[in-house]
């Protein structure tokens, strides 16, 4: 079975910093999608950023950026110039095709 | 707006009692997903379907059934309800990988479910 580990429950950053979240994967798959998606306190989920597996290139969305490493089977978050607004929590998730899996998450705070 | 619909937002529960989480989208998406949210566990799978007449057991589906009767309808059934089961449900849909250059999963804005 696939599983996703993120392996810092809680993470800080200062406004106008970079910070970067971990998360590993375990799979036997060659093709499938991984994704970060943020949850704010209004719990409603919001995907930050996906990956496919067959491409190579690490993928950017404005200030958020992946370092997708397949061979070690990890995926990690950095963002860049951290905003108040960044402070969420933050899942890694996985899927070959038909079912989606998380991680448990990184809960970021954005310090002032 | 297109997206996923989720119904009640809020619900209170006496131990024994039935209940039905609506979940409906209209972006025609083939994949449906039911999870449950608690805290320090992430978002576990209940029970996902990969089209209508289709449905299969996610990581924890005990307790929980369902049904997909038509594309844009995937209700979630508690038949006799816990205090475990006390938690935030969010209900997801999303196209195969393949159909989309966008692909990815759509959540609605989850239901909080006290049981007492």
């Known amino acids: 079975a696939q599983t996703v580990t993120q392996s810092q429950p809680e993470m800080s950053v200062q406004e106008a910093e970079t910070v970067t979240l971990s998360c590993t994967y375990d799979t036997s798959e060659s093709d499938y999608y991984l994704f970060w998606y943020k949850q704010p306190p209004s719990r409603q989920m919001i995907l930050v950023i996906r990956q496919e597996a067959y491409k190579q290139q690490n993928a950017t969305e404005n200030r958020f950026s992946v370092n997708f490493q397949k061979a070690a089977k990890s995926f990690s978050l950095k963002i860049s110039d951290s905003q108040l607004g960044d402070a969420a929590m933050y899942f890694c998730a996985y899927t070959g095709s038909e079912k989606l899996v998380f991680g448990k998450g990184t809960k970021l705070t954005v310090n002032p | 707006n297109a997206g996923v619909t989720q119904t009640p937002k809020f619900q209170v529960l006496k131990t024994g009692q039935s209940m039905t989480l609506q979940c409906a989208q209209d972006m025609n998406h083939e994949y449906m997903s039911w999870y449950r949210q608690d805290p320090g566990m992430g978002l576990r799978l209940i029970h996902y379907s990969v089209g209508a007449g289709i449905t299969d057991q996610g990581e924890v589906p005990n307790g929980y059934n369902v049904s997909r009767s038509t594309t844009e309808d995937f209700p979630l059934r508690l038949l006799s309800a816990a205090p475990s089961q006390t938690s935030v449900y969010f209900c997801?849909?999303?196209?195969?990988?393949?159909?989309?250059?966008?692909?990815?999963?759509?959540f609605g804005s989850g239901t909080r479910l006290t049981v007492v």
């Open positions: 997801a849909s999303s196209p195969p990988p393949w159909a989309e250059t966008n692909y990815g999963y759509t």
